[in-house]
């Protein structure tokens, strides 16, 4: 059994999607990636943050801020991480975990 990270490492060694991920797109690919520590895409996400109304934004390598919206809401992330987990058979604890990474929508003041 594979895990998210090690289809994700796999995938940036040989340059091709595993056959698990083909169906991805690129921005769930580059968040995925983010989330589970593996630079999958370029330019590399190295952070998310939800708005006050629910939407992801990223920071790219580089960047000063959260400059990129990605447009999906946090809801609609959460429930494509399950999906994909569920079509992996992801074990809880690893299904756990990546959730956890997922950031939570800030306050709006």
Excluded at 15 to 35: H, M, Q, W
Excluded at 96 to 101: A, D, V
């Amino acid at each position: 059994m594979h895990t998210i990270q090690s289809l994700l490492k796999h995938a940036v060694e040989i340059d091709t999607l595993p056959p698990e991920l083909s169906g991805c797109s690129p921005v769930f690919l580059a968040v995925l990636g983010y989330l589970v520590g593996v630079n999958a895409t370029h330019p590399v996400l190295i952070g998310l943050q939800v708005t006050g109304d629910g939407m992801v934004l990223a920071r790219h390598e580089g960047d000063m801020g959260f400059d990129h919206a990605l447009g999906i809401s946090h809801t609609d992330l959460l429930h494509n991480l399950n999906g994909l987990c569920d079509a992996l058979t992801v074990p809880t604890a690893e299904r756990e975990e990546l959730l956890r990474q997922v950031p939570q929508p800030v306050a709006e003041r």
